[in-house]
């Protein structure tokens, strides 16, 4: 309901322009011309709307969750690039210097060079931006280094398809496309404000300190912190924040983690960290009293609004840690429905909690299912991976369908899980997950 209205906005948003356009009752030209008009009008709308799409807006992704808000951001920069790298071959009418007595340019594409060249310049950068976002992955360059660049690149595509679309636009000349354009660049303007300017000045009013940084699994640390002087952010039990460590938050190198701690044990707040790369690989050398800063809480993977018969949590490794903040907040909570947790790990020095965990069975109502793919020699517990065979087994009661299901994990794990779920018929509205990277 929620991502239907949010779609719907958005595309109302991004056919406004034709509409703008079509008001403005000009004579007609060629079906391709307008086709080729009418993409270029739409895609950088679209391009401009990216800007909130970004995953920041709690407005959004509290709404619908960061995986969906980032899918989404991604299908639409796919679709928005397609749109506008066909836009300039489908004109048919020629390309000349203005004529003075075609006033509405339905004879000729009547361009000057410099609106030439920032179409070309923002359609390259475009093509660009998509790309290294498309194969991140296979690029020799940081996570900090692409997403500056990417920002860097967002802005400047988006700048020169602004001087493109007003100098060159044939309905983008009038008064009222041109506002709207203008309107639109500066949201996206103000966005990038909010985001690098005033969040972060908001987070140096309540700077945390690193209270301890411990071992609490292989690979695998807990991160505690504590606000300096006020009040340690509100959140519901598994969110997540954007995590800054070092003098100032004004700085590329957030990363997300969710809390592990759960809202009850405020103001000290947990996240629970697995080494994965130049980051939180150093987080073992982090000293106490280090400054942190916090910006958050964001994501929808909570309990509050949602009903089931009973709880199910299905977590991969350090995928337990928003689910580990739930747990703990329903044990505070003393909540008597019944709940399983199903628990993936590669072995078992990679089980996080693993004592807490089992005293928690006696307090709640409260199953738990560790299964290890390389399990030792004297496991008695289950093998293999998580998937249908080992789901099926362990979700074989009747009703499983009115239980609200929680999968948080590594990207291929929730694909699969929530795959297998649905093969056993467990539907979609009852499955929240949240996916550890944006791949
Ligand atoms: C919503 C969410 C919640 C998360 N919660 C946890 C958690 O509780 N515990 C945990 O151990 N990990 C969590 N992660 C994953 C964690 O953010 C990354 O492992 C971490 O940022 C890696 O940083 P790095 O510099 O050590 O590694 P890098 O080598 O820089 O990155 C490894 C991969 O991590 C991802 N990543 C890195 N930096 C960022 C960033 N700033 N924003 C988004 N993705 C990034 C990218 O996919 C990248 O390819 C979460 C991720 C998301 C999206």
């Not at 391709?32 to 920041?56: H, I, K, N, P, T």
């Not at 000729?108 to 410099?114: D, H, M, S, V």
């Not at 004297?378 to 249908?388: A, E, S």
């Not at 065979?389 to 929680?406: A, N, P, T």
Request: with cysteine; proline share 6%.
């Amino acid at each position: 309901m929620r991502s239907g209205i949010l779609i719907a906005g958005y595309l109302c948003l991004a056919v406004t322009p034709l509409a703008l356009a079509y008001a403005e009752g000009m004579p007609p030209r060629p079906f391709r011309d307008e086709l080729a008009a009418g993409l270029g009008l739409v895609g950088f709308a679209m391009l401009l709307m990216e800007f909130f799409l970004s995953g920041r807006f709690r407005a959004i992704s509290g709404r619908i969750g960061i995986d969906l808000t980032m899918r989404f951001h991604q299908l639409v920069a796919r679709s928005l690039m397609l749109f506008i790298l066909i836009h300039p071959f489908l004109y048919s009418i020629p390309f000349k210097s203005p004529l003075p007595w075609d006033t509405t340019g339905r004879f000729t594409l009547g361009l000057e060079a410099t609106s030439i060249i920032t179409g070309v310049v923002a359609w390259l950068l475009l093509a660009i931006l998509v790309l290294t976002s498309v194969y991140r992955n296979q690029l020799p360059y940081r996570y900090e280094v692409w997403r500056l660049a990417h920002g860097i690149g967002a802005i400047c595509v988006a700048g020169f398809g602004l001087h493109h679309a007003l100098e060159a636009g044939r309905y983008s000349a009038a008064a009222s496309l041109q506002v709207f354009w203008l309107a639109m660049t500066g949201l996206a303007v103000l966005t990038i404000l909010y985001v690098y300017v005033i969040m972060p000045w908001r987070q140096l009013r309540v700077p945390y300190s690193v209270v301890s940084v411990r071992k609490v699994a292989a690979k695998t640390w807990g991160l505690t912190v504590e606000p300096v002087n006020g009040k340690a952010m509100e959140f519901s039990a598994g969110q997540f924040a954007w995590v800054t460590l070092g003098r100032s938050p004004f700085a590329i190198t957030e990363h997300p983690f969710s809390m592990s701690s759960c809202p009850a044990e405020r103001p000290r707040i947990e996240f629970t960290i697995k080494e994965a790369g130049d980051f939180t690989n150093r987080l073992g050398s982090i000293p106490r009293g280090a400054r942190a800063f916090l910006d958050g809480p964001h994501g929808n993977l909570t309990l509050p609004n949602r009903d089931g018969l009973g709880l199910v949590f299905i977590a991969g490794g350090v995928g337990l840690s928003p689910i580990m903040s739930m747990l703990r907040q329903l044990r505070v909570e003393r909540d008597p429905q019944p709940m399983i947790l199903v628990y993936g790990n590669r072995c078992a020095e990679q089980i996080l909690y693993g004592s807490e965990i089992e005293a928690m069975t006696q307090d709640l109502n409260l199953q738990v299912h560790h299964v290890l793919s390389e399990p030792p020699p004297r496991w008695t517990g289950l093998t293999g991976q998580l998937d249908i065979s080992v789901l099926r087994d362990l979700l074989s009661f009747d009703g499983r369908e009115d239980w609200l299901f929680y999968v948080c994990g590594p990207a291929p794990m929730i694909d699969s899980v929530e795959a297998d779920l649905g093969h056993l018929g467990i539907p979609l509205r009852q499955i929240v997950s949240e996916k550890f990277s944006y791949n």
